[in-house]
């Protein structure tokens, strides 16, 4: 899987840090708990919590269903950080599932995500 992202100021997003952070999701396999950040993007950080399982979460929407954050605490925490819990039976299984969080998070932060491939 190849990121190119680019953002509306025409600065180039770093895409070494998401292909690092699926690296990191790998050899962090199984049972593990991640936060993802991306450098110079400090709105963009998301945890992943994986559990070897049954990979039922196979669609964007379903993926966003499973958030975990709570809004109601933004008052007592300055960033509320996107928790996600990621089942899947193998790393191989992740990657498109991570994937398709940290694009979301991307074109929430500003980021034109459509050149990603």
């Known amino acids: 899987?190849?990121?190119?992202?680019?953002?509306?100021?025409k600065r180039d997003?770093?895409?070494?840090?998401?292909?690092?952070?699926?690296?990191?999701?790998?050899t962090?396999?199984?049972?593990?708990?991640?936060?993802?950040?991306?450098?110079g993007l400090p709105q963009l950080i998301i945890m992943v919590e994986i559990k070897v399982g049954k990979a039922t979460m196979q669609a964007p929407d379903s993926l966003l269903?499973?958030?975990q954050t709570d809004f109601r605490d933004l008052t007592c925490r300055p960033m509320a950080i996107?928790?996600?819990?990621?089942?899947?039976?193998?790393?191989?299984?992740?990657?498109?599932m991570l994937a398709r969080i940290l694009v979301y998070h991307m074109d929430r932060a500003g980021y034109d995500t459509r050149s990603i491939h």
Do not use: C, R
């Not at 990121?3 to 509306?8: A, C, P």
């Not at 962090?28 to 936060?35: E, I, K, Q, R, Y």
């Not at 996107?82 to 498109?96: G, N, Q, R, S």
């Open 1 to 9: 899987m190849h990121f190119h992202l680019k953002n509306e100021g």
């Open 13 to 26: 997003a770093p895409q070494a840090w998401v292909e690092k952070a699926l690296g990191i999701m790998q």
């Open 28 to 39: 962090g396999w199984p049972d593990s708990t991640f936060l993802i950040s991306a450098p």
């Open 65 to 67: 269903a499973q958030s």
């Open 82 to 96: 996107p928790h996600y819990a990621v089942a899947a039976k193998t790393p191989a299984e992740l990657i498109p």
